[in-house]
């Protein structure tokens, strides 16, 4: 009985060492150890943004105003950057460290300088050591032609203008480049010159146009040497229009009259004028004709004159009326 107890001892010892570790003869510890369920290497990410950047209309060789993209470390670990680079018509400005902590970004600044018109295209890259070792921000833009103004005359002939009167010829100014010019001045130079119609500051869209009337307005006689100036902001920001005139002395209205010859023995001639037709006339010279002409010089413009002459023998014997003749003064 006694060794029956004993052997039923030592099997119930020997299962219940089964379960732990350590069990064993001289094992009092392990020293191996496990992963913890659920843990990972750490890694670097890499993620940038936006996908694309476009420019829209850039003149040809100018180069436009800053765009941004962003590089993002996704990962959690430091991003090593290897090189940021933008191809095509594009150029970058990076503020992107060598490494870039877990978590943080940084910006590069890109421009776009069109050297051909039309739709350009191009890239920036990022290459780092993600696991997709580059990022890619595509780029867009297109090229024009600058903004140019072109005038429909480059000279402007106004003819003989009476001192006092005006005379007037439009211009048309039109946008022919590929971008938007502004019109920032317009000016004269030369005397009796002035313009109307257009405003400033004018913005032309491409293709657009406007009209300015230049007006010519002697005080005094003598040839005009002038010119209109414009002033805008296209890569040749000066137009000139050369304008040239001749201001002519008012002449004050006349009327000249004239007759055949009498017969002989005519020693001169009388003229008689009026301002109603048939009369009562009024003698104008205050000595005879002798020629067979008379210039009446004390006339007034939109009035109308009737006239008519005598002729006076050598007897001084004086003829009566001839055939009244009419004389409207402009």
């Not at 006349?254 to 020693?267: A, D, I, K, R, Y």
């Not at 205050?286 to 020629?291: D, F, G």
Request: proline share 5%; glycine share 10%; with cysteine.
């Amino acid at each position: 009985m006694n060794y029956q107890r004993s052997s039923f001892l030592f099997v119930w010892v020997a299962l219940l060492c089964i379960g732990f570790t350590g069990c064993g003869t001289g094992s009092k510890s392990s020293s191996s150890s496990v992963a913890s369920p659920g843990s990972a290497t750490p890694t670097p990410g890499a993620s940038a943004a936006p996908a694309s950047l476009t420019f829209g209309s850039q003149a040809l060789n100018s180069t436009s105003p800053e765009a941004t993209a962003t590089l993002t470390n996704t990962g959690t670990e430091a991003l090593s950057i290897r090189g940021v680079t933008a191809s095509g018509n594009f150029a970058e400005t990076t503020a992107c460290p060598s490494s870039l902590p877990a978590g943080a970004s940084c910006t590069v600044s890109v421009t776009f300088t069109p050297t051909a018109t039309g739709t350009l295209s191009g890239s920036l890259t990022f290459t780092d050591d993600a696991a997709a070792s580059t990022q890619v921000v595509y780029l867009y833009g297109t090229g024009v032609n600058a903004g140019d103004l072109t005038e429909s005359s480059t000279s402007l002939s106004l003819g003989n203008v009476t001192v006092g009167q005006s005379s007037t010829q439009a211009v048309t100014i039109t946008n022919t480049g590929g971008e938007s010019v502004i019109v920032t001045s317009v000016s004269t130079s030369g005397a009796g010159l002035s313009l109307s119609g257009m405003a400033t500051p004018l913005t032309l869209g491409a293709g657009q146009s406007s009209s300015l009337n230049v007006t010519f307005a002697p005080t005094s006689s003598g040839p005009l040497n002038g010119a209109v100036h414009l002033t805008d902001n296209s890569p040749t920001p000066n137009v000139t229009i050369s304008v040239s005139g001749t201001g002519v002395a008012a002449l004050s209205p006349q009327v000249t009259l004239s007759w055949s010859e009498s017969s002989s023995g005519v020693s001169g001639y009388n003229v008689y004028r009026s301002l109603v037709t048939g009369g009562s006339y009024t003698k104008l010279n205050p000595s005879l004709v002798k020629a067979t002409s008379y210039t009446d010089q004390n006339v007034t413009a939109g009035n109308t004159y009737f006239y008519v002459f005598t002729s006076v023998g050598t007897n001084n014997a004086e003829s009566g009326y001839s055939a009244q003749v009419e004389a409207i003064v402009p």
